[in-house]
């Protein structure tokens, strides 16, 4: 495809974005993590089959279908593609890893594991898995055991079941296995090329390589999915709860939109992020889905208490992860990196066989 055609199809991003981008669900805020736990109900399972649900996946459906169209026209599916993306890769690896391990250690401070819904037991016990936890951050920070230590976070999230008071507050946060499996698979420092692997690099890790990626997409997009349903179309009580005590988040009606209710404001927050979680999973353009969720995922963090930041982090280095690399697996070790003006026609070559 030209560059004349590609510049024609810049407007219509804005515009196929723009609702996405600036939609009621400009807070993306966890509502688990600031309604008390007396006042939340559990999931309504039965309202799966229920007109917002519907829309929710209509909406989830037809952003995939457009991001298909958009990169068969744009013919780079890693587009769009300024230069400088590729200075930031280097240090994807070090910044998933020590931001999720502030999220970690802050949650195990307070006797929580990876979130504040996840309460553990005030004894011996509890005590016991914050300090895995700890432990497990501490290698994500340092380097040092990394990949002990992502395989400890992946055995911490199956023993969260045991600790959750719903199963789905677990799967919420898969998207800790998804950093979990790729910091084994990359390790937490600067990938090296040329032939100077990382002194734990075996055949096993070389082999997981190409799934790194995909797999982290798609635990996010999970997270993001599940969490549209499960703290929104499933259970809008827990989102007007969460407008109780934040009401300025419910944006239409502070402009004067009396119809635009708690309650379809919740329901719009989760076809928002079921959209997203949908565009996350089927990996078309990514960077421009990234882009599009920028806004929504940090808007909220000025109006809500530090754990909102906090608690995000891992999703947004995840964001910042996908955002410079893309959907094509991490490069071999023994290829040598190429110039940014060089990467287009390679990256696309190899994105027709990625399993981004």
């Avoid at 590609?6 to 609702?19: E, K």
């Avoid at 419910?250 to 928002?272: C, K, M, Q």
Wanted: hydrophobic share 55%; glycine share 8%; with cysteine.
């Amino acid at each position: 495809m030209g560059d004349g055609s590609r510049l024609r199809l810049i407007w219509i991003v804005p515009l196929a974005f723009g609702a996405f981008v600036l939609a009621p669900g400009a807070a993306l805020a966890h509502e688990r993590w600031f309604v008390p736990k007396e006042e939340q109900r559990p999931t309504d399972w039965g309202a799966l089959v229920s007109l917002p649900v519907l829309l929710a996946l209509v909406s989830g459906a037809a952003c995939v279908a457009f991001l298909a169209w958009l990169q068969r026209r744009i013919g780079d599916p890693l587009w769009p593609r300024p230069p400088f993306f590729q200075r930031l890769e280097p240090a994807a690896p070090a910044i998933l890893g020590v931001q999720t391990a502030i999220a970690i250690i802050f949650a195990a401070s307070r006797l929580n594991l990876f979130v504040p819904n996840i309460e553990l037991p005030h004894n011996a016990v509890g005590a016991g898995v914050a300090g895995l936890a700890v432990v497990a951050a501490f290698s994500f920070i340092t380097g040092v055991l990394t990949r002990v230590g992502a395989l400890l976070t992946a055995a911490l999230f199956v023993a969260a079941f045991g600790f959750a008071e719903h199963p789905e507050e677990v799967v919420e946060q898969v998207i800790f296995v998804g950093i979990a499996f790729y910091l084994v698979a990359v390790g937490r420092g600067v990938v090296r090329y040329n032939h100077r692997a990382e002194e734990d690099r075996t055949d096993l890790t070389d082999r997981l390589f190409p799934f790194a990626l995909p797999v982290l997409r798609i635990c996010a997009g999970v997270s993001v999915l599940v969490l549209g349903f499960t703290e929104k179309l499933l259970n809008v009580e827990l989102g007007v709860a969460f407008l109780h005590e934040y009401p300025r988040f419910n944006v239409a009606r502070e402009v004067g939109i009396d119809w635009f209710t708690d309650h379809r404001f919740v329901y719009a927050i989760g076809i928002v992020e079921v959209t997203a979680g949908c565009a996350l999973l089927a990996g078309f353009l990514p960077r421009l889905v990234i882009l599009a969720l920028w806004i929504p995922f940090n808007l909220g963090i000025a109006f809500l208490p530090p754990q909102e930041l906090i608690g995000h982090l891992p999703i947004l280095s995840t964001m910042y992860v996908l955002l410079v690399r893309g959907t094509v697996g991490v490069p071999p070790r023994e290829v040598a990196p190429i110039a940014a003006s060089d990467q287009r026609p390679a990256a696309a070559h190899a994105a027709r066989g990625a399993m981004g």
